[in-house]
């Protein structure tokens, strides 16, 4: 088997459904690395088609997010090059299968996969109708175009008065106190 750390780490990440959040993209539900241990096991579970995994995962989430295509089908060459699976064409579309290292793989992993569908579970839970009011919505929009606005230019003065402004917001908003 070919070292899975060497390659290219096509990244993880995760798009909300159209229309429900400016820009269609949530926030990070897996941290980096997940889905190569997640796709792996959904795969042993049942050999299937790139789209196949797409539509279990949303599963998973009860719809409320679903993987983005240019995250799942990076993720899984990437698993192929490693030898984890193998992609057979059928009818013009790839059917995964795991392979014995990737069994392998898994049972070596079998800690870090339970930890994954646990943070699953939560992510899950706190997603269950806990949309942001439009006016949290609104807000987080001026500060990301506030944000964009510097184009890269920041003197290390502004780095510390900015990073200041948010890590005292961010703090004041988890104490539920304000600013």
């Given at each position: 088997?070919?070292?899975?750390?060497?390659?290219?780490?096509?990244?993880?990440g995760?798009?909300?459904?159209?229309?429900?959040?400016?820009?269609?993209?949530?926030?990070?539900?897996?941290?980096?690395?997940?889905?190569?241990?997640?796709?792996?096991?959904?795969?042993?579970?049942?050999?299937?088609?790139?789209?196949?995994?797409?539509?279990?995962?949303?599963?998973?989430?009860?719809?409320?997010?679903?993987?983005?295509?240019?995250?799942?089908?990076?993720?899984?060459?990437?698993?192929?090059?490693?030898?984890l699976?193998?992609?057979?064409?059928?009818g013009?579309?790839?059917?995964?299968?795991?392979?014995?290292?990737?069994r392998?793989?898994?049972?070596?992993?079998?800690?870090?996969?339970?930890?994954?569908?646990?943070?699953?579970?939560?992510?899950?839970?706190?997603?269950?109708?806990?949309?942001?009011?439009?006016?949290?919505?609104?807000?987080?929009?001026?500060?990301?175009?506030?944000?964009?606005?510097?184009?890269?230019?920041?003197?290390?003065?502004?780095?510390?008065?900015?990073?200041?402004?948010?890590?005292?917001?961010?703090?004041?908003?988890a104490?539920?106190?304000?600013?």
């Amino acid at each position: 088997m070919r070292d899975h750390h060497s390659h290219r780490d096509p990244g993880d990440g995760f798009e909300k459904r159209p229309g429900r959040e400016r820009g269609g993209r949530g926030p990070r539900v897996f941290a980096p690395g997940d889905l190569k241990l997640l796709l792996p096991a959904l795969i042993a579970e049942q050999a299937c088609h790139g789209y196949d995994l797409i539509r279990k995962i949303e599963a998973l989430f009860d719809g409320a997010y679903s993987p983005s295509p240019g995250v799942i089908y990076p993720t899984l060459t990437f698993l192929e090059e490693s030898e984890l699976i193998t992609g057979d064409a059928e009818g013009g579309k790839k059917r995964y299968t795991i392979t014995d290292a990737g069994r392998l793989f898994l049972s070596e992993q079998a800690v870090a996969l339970e930890g994954i569908r646990m943070r699953m579970d939560v992510s899950k839970r706190s997603l269950r109708g806990h949309d942001r009011p439009p006016e949290i919505h609104e807000a987080v929009h001026n500060l990301r175009h506030a944000l964009h606005s510097h184009h890269g230019r920041w003197s290390p003065e502004e780095i510390t008065r900015v990073a200041a402004l948010l890590n005292g917001t961010a703090q004041a908003i988890a104490d539920g106190k304000a600013q």
